[in-house]
């Protein structure tokens, strides 16, 4: 499998113009979608929850099992508490609730149309996440949302740390893209990134 970000390749746009939910008081004509209330202990939580060889940080090791916050800080020997809670002071200084953005899912390199794609927000970041949902196009892509509760509602996702989780009805895709996944993202409030998971099986 192979997963990429980067940037001037149209697989994944995240783009501050189009469908973002800004609060109130912001300038938009959207309905108001605050970002969810991140729980204070939330980085605490974190490394508890993958530091268990009790270092007191995330090493490369640890970070294995955490692959949203692997890709959030790419080639860190290791993470500390401090830098999860700075990361979420720059989601929160943006105050952006939610945006839209598309994944491209491959297999072996060709498109994978009608897969299930499903970001599950880390736990540590508390209840107020949902998980996200989309469906893959004819080109493999899918843009996930949360689920939307009226007419009204904004489609798309909160900045956050997700796990990323691949399934298809009637195919056998290997539990290290779905239930057991090495796959993770993290949805950042402003920048343009770009992002490809070719299954490998």
Not at 75 to 97: C, H
Request: aromatic share 8%.
């Amino acid at each position: 499998m192979k997963s990429r970000r980067f940037a001037g390749f149209n697989i994944l746009v995240l783009a501050a113009a189009l469908g973002l939910a800004l609060p109130a008081g912001c300038g938009s004509g959207s309905r108001a979608i605050l970002p969810p209330a991140i729980p204070a202990d939330a980085a605490r939580k974190a490394i508890e929850l993958y530091d268990t060889e009790k270092h007191g940080f995330l090493d490369a090791r640890a970070l294995e099992q955490a692959p949203a916050l692997r890709v959030a800080f790419p080639g860190a020997a290791q993470v500390t508490e401090a830098d999860i809670a700075e990361r979420f002071a720059a989601w929160k200084r943006q105050q952006i609730g939610r945006m839209q953005f598309s994944v491209t899912v491959t297999h072996n390199g060709r498109p994978l149309r009608d897969a299930t794609v499903r970001l599950v927000p880390e736990s540590f970041l508390g209840e107020q996440f949902q998980a996200a949902t989309g469906t893959t196009d004819q080109a493999g892509a899918a843009q996930p949302t949360v689920p939307l509760t009226d007419a009204e509602d904004i489609s798309g996702v909160p900045p956050g740390f997700y796990r990323v989780e691949i399934t298809k009805a009637g195919e056998t895709i290997p539990a290290k893209y779905n239930s057991a996944t090495t796959l993770g993202l993290e949805v950042p409030p402003v920048e343009d990134h770009h992002w490809r998971f070719d299954l490998q099986y």
